[in-house]
């Protein structure tokens, strides 16, 4: 991607982070669905599951036109949280995925902050700036659901 002349390193990175940031959100997602306690939790899995085939259907769109492939697997860290999401015990997986989900929220808000900030290409900002909403209200659901699964 570096090579690119269409995108900056930064841009580069960016593409990068939110696709793999949306391939482990997804994973993730499918799981609370299938394994969440709650309403909330599975609330949540479901929307993951749902905005992210809407907002990668969008993102995917610029990448095809900057001759860019998306990430197709999570970065190791999020590999890690998957793992862990998945060895939650039943009476613990709602809050664990809410702490986890708060987790990455927050790191991919930055993502999408510096790209904002100091992104290069016009298509890949525009999308940030159009997405950042949804992250952040994203955060919010998932906070709640850590603050009523308190550890």
């Known amino acids: 991607m570096a090579d690119n002349p269409l995108v900056s390193p930064q841009d580069a990175n960016f593409v990068h982070q939110a696709t793999s940031g949306a391939v482990a959100e997804v994973m993730m997602g499918q799981l609370a669905v299938e394994r969440a306690t709650g309403d909330a939790a599975r609330n949540l899995g479901q929307m993951m599951v749902a905005d992210h085939g809407r907002k990668d259907h969008e993102l995917d769109q610029i990448l095809q036109s900057l001759s860019l492939q998306p990430a197709t697997k999570p970065r190791p860290e999020q590999l890690a949280q998957y793992q862990e999401l998945q060895n939650a015990p039943a009476n613990h997986f709602d809050g664990t995925y809410g702490r986890i989900f708060v987790e ?20 890949l900002k525009s999308f940030a700036a159009r997405t950042l909403p949804l992250v952040k209200e994203h955060l919010a659901m998932a906070e709640k659901i850590v603050l009523a699964h308190p550890r």
């Open 104 to 123: 990455e929220h927050q790191w991919m808000i930055s993502v999408f902050e510096r790209e904002i900030a100091s992104g290069q290409n016009p298509a």
